[in-house]
Every structure is written in structure tokens, then in C-alpha cells.
């Protein structure tokens, strides 16, 4: 299974844009990249998903570079409701993504 | 809107107890997930299930067994509840196959203290 590695935590402002990356060395050719957010006393929430170049949604964009073997989830002017851990998991689909694996995730903190 | 529930959000156990975790998904989804949820650890996957009676282990099934005799229902059993399974359990859900994206539908957490 592909491990990820990310940053423990991160600081930011709101109004600000936060880039978080993962990097996934050993990811394989059917893995894709997800992206999960989680608040306190709640499950995680999956928030975009990619498996090349860039994915776009109303919350987020994934960012991953030719050789897959990071990325980065961007998100937007970010708020005081954006602090929360984000989990960047990588998976296969064939299995379904039937054992993504979570690692401690990046602890993001907006400050007014 | 998916909805994965968890039958308790706290419970307090005793050491030796046999503890049950019910978790009911709405969805028809076929695969369901145990996790565990400590500080510094992130999530760690106890058991999941592809089907009715299937049951496969994660990264940490010892201590833990798993109960799936309907499609919609997951159960979690410490069959001897030890301190060191104090903790947060987190119950999840997924559909399979085809383009999805198997997003993980989890439910609001189950906080097990042993006593």
C-alpha cells in the first residue's frame, strides 16, 4: 500500500490560500490521490479526488504533477471554518479503494 | 444524504467487559469499515467488510472482532474490553466498482473509555 507523507500542521490567515502537499513515492498505477477533511469530534469528509494534473471543485483543487508521485491541495481564501485536519490517502481503484490508509494527517489552524 | 450511524456516541466500559459497536448505513453500500481514531496516530483501520458474512482484517484487528449478517448493519465486539482500547471509534461506508470514487461515508464516532 502506498504510504503519504504530509506536513504535521500548518498556520494561516483567513482570506489566505493554503497549499498542502503529500508525497506518495511509491504510489502505483491504479492508485488515485484523495483528499479527506476532518473537524473535531467528526468523521473525515472526502473533500476532491484526482488521479493526474488538476481536479477542480467548489471547495478545492488538486494539483498533481507528471509523475504522480505528489501532490497538492489547494484551497481557496480560506475562513476560520476551513481549520481541521486534511488526510491526503492514496488508493486503488480496482479494489475498490477498499483499504485507503490514513496516516496522522496535516493540522491546519486559520487565525483571523 | 448517505447517513452512517453509530449506536453510541460515549460509552464507559469496565476492563473485561464485552462491548458492542453497532454502526447502520442507509445507503445499500457494499463495503463497510471499523476504524480507530487516537491522538498523534491518526486513523487506523481495525476490520472492513466487501459483502454480507465477508469480513477482511486492517492494520489492527487484534482484540477486535467484526459481526456483518445484513448488508446495512457493521458490528465491532471487544470481546474483553483492556484500557488500551480506549479510544474513538469511527464507522464507514462505501459503494464498489465501476467509476466511483469510493468516498468514505463515516459516521459521528463512538468514544469508548475503559475503565
Known amino acids: 500500500l502506498a504510504k503519504t507523507t504530509q506536513p504535521i500542521s500548518m498556520d494561516s490567515y483567513e482570506g489566505q490560500e493554503v497549499n498542502i502537499t503529500c508525497s506518495h513515492n511509491n504510489i502505483a498505477t491504479n492508485d488515485y490521490i484523495t483528499w479527506y477533511q476532518q473537524f473535531p469530534s467528526q468523521g473525515p469528509r472526502f473533500i476532491i479526488q484526482?488521479?493526474?494534473t488538476k481536479v477542480t471543485n467548489e471547495v478545492a483543487s488538486l494539483f498533481i504533477p507528471a509523475d504522480r508521485k505528489s501532490s497538492t491541495l489547494s484551497l481557496p481564501r480560506v475562513s476560520l471554518s476551513d481549520t481541521a485536519v486534511y488526510y491526503c490517502l492514496v488508493g486503488d481503484s480496482h479494489t475498490g479503494f477498499q483499504k485507503l490508509v490514513f496516516g496522522t494527517g496535516t493540522r491546519l489552524l486559520v487565525s483571523p | 444524504d448517505v447517513k452512517v450511524t453509530q449506536s453510541s456516541r460515549y460509552l464507559v466500559k469496565r476492563t473485561g467487559e464485552k462491548v458492542f459497536l453497532e454502526c447502520v448505513q442507509d445507503m445499500d453500500h457494499e463495503n463497510m469499515f471499523w476504524y480507530r481514531q487516537d491522538p498523534g496516530l491518526g486513523l487506523r483501520l481495525i476490520y472492513f467488510s466487501y459483502d454480507v458474512k465477508m469480513k477482511e482484517k486492517g492494520d489492527i484487528p487484534e482484540g477486535y472482532s467484526v459481526s456483518r449478517e445484513k448488508k446495512e448493519r457493521f458490528s465491532l465486539i471487544l470481546e474483553s474490553a483492556s484500557t488500551n482500547q480506549t479510544s474513538m471509534y469511527l464507522c464507514?461506508?462505501?459503494?464498489?466498482?465501476?467509476?466511483?470514487?469510493?468516498?468514505?461515508?463515516f459516521g459521528e464516532g463512538s468514544r469508548l473509555t475503559v475503565l
Open positions: 464507514a461506508s462505501s459503494t464498489s466498482g465501476g467509476s466511483n470514487t469510493g468516498e468514505l461515508f
Open positions: 484526482g488521479y493526474k
